[in-house]
């Protein structure tokens, strides 16, 4: 009877800790990845840097992160497939149309913790991903080692959401290059 | 029983107490909460072979050593083998894929599984800086990629970015100035307020 009693006190428990691990660990915490972003001094430098200049708007993303024997990240991002309504500045060479999709890479990323329940999203300071349905204004460049692959200029400097409901930017530059954007290129 | 139940507001006194304590030590808009820890500490310097291939091996030495010597609780020393614990390891590439970025820092823990990458403000026992070489070799100056060099191992040794309005230092990001490619006064008082004198 009393062997029943532990055991069944012990099953409880057992089955209390596996929910509370199982809870736990379907959280997703925030982290800051600590970064020197390149940073440009006016717009013509910004522009300078990037090859395509687009408006559009998110549809999926998928986590990449690739590492060494070791476990360390060697690359780590978020590529996100952007469905472009408008071309502004192309300098590729690569002919890209309205309604084309392209891959962007976000400097957002999501690891396990391993044991420690949970997942940890990293984020480089200030950067918030793009969501989807929301229109956004892009400078971006091709990366070097993935050539059909485009990373953001200056990260939140190349970035702007241009949803009505949301006029967010980082800092005084990065509100000034966005209005010079929209001024020079008439978007909408 | 009753000198237990006498006791409690002296238990409860002591615990906000330590409570406070430690978040008064812990917490800051400058430096992280824990990091490699806030108590006297030696740091194990470490150069990937990258480092020298790329032609930045005196940037990073003065960059790692420009942190030495500022608070007594702080020391470092180079080892020519790849350390573990209380490191800080560098590297260098020809690009970080995915962000146009001159350098990042992340931080790890080692346990049973191998290494875990942990959030800035936790217990580490490893940082990871990596620079990426096409955007160093854009800065219009030495100076400059020097800035970029100490500015990472500062977050390396545990501070944050510092954008102050008016204040000079290596820790900013919004903007880099040459002149300030060494720690400023202030980024020596955040490095004294996180590991004492």
Known sequence: MKLKKTMALVLGALVFSATGYLILDSKTTVAEIETMPVTHNNLSELESRSQLIVTGIPISSKNHVIRDEKGFTEEAFTITSFKVDNVYANKSGVKINEGDIIKVAEPVYTVDNGLKPGRTQFVIEDYEAMQKSERYLLVLRPDLKYPDLNVIVGVNEGKYNLDTSEKRVVNEKTGKFKDELIGKYNIK | ?197
């Open chain 2, 1 to 197: 029983m009753k000198t237990l139940k006498s006791m409690k507001p002296v238990i409860l006194a002591i615990c906000i107490t330590v409570v406070s304590g430690t978040t008064a030590l812990a917490s800051s808009d400058h430096y992280h909460k824990i990091g490699f820890g806030n108590e006297p500490l030696h740091l194990y310097f470490w150069k990937d072979s990258s480092v020298a291939s790329y032609g930045y091996t005196s940037y990073a030495n003065t960059g790692f050593n420009a942190w030495d010597g500022i608070s007594d609780a702080l020391t470092f020393h180079e080892e020519s083998s790849e350390p573990t614990y209380g490191s800080v390891v560098t590297y260098v590439g020809n690009t970080i894929p995915g962000k146009d970025v001159y350098g990042t820092v992340d931080h790890w823990v080692y346990g049973l599984f191998g290494w875990t990458q942990v959030n800035p403000d936790d217990r580490r026992h490893r940082s990871r800086v990596r620079f990426d070489h096409t955007n160093l070799s854009s800065l219009g100056s030495n100076a400059l990629r020097q800035y970029a060099f100490t500015h990472e191992f500062g977050h390396a040794v545990g501070l944050k970015h510092n954008n102050d309005s008016g204040v000079a230092s290596v820790m900013r990001d919004d903007s880099m100035v040459a002149s300030n490619n060494m720690p400023q006064p202030i980024d020596k008082a955040h490095i004294i307020e996180k590991y004492g004198d």
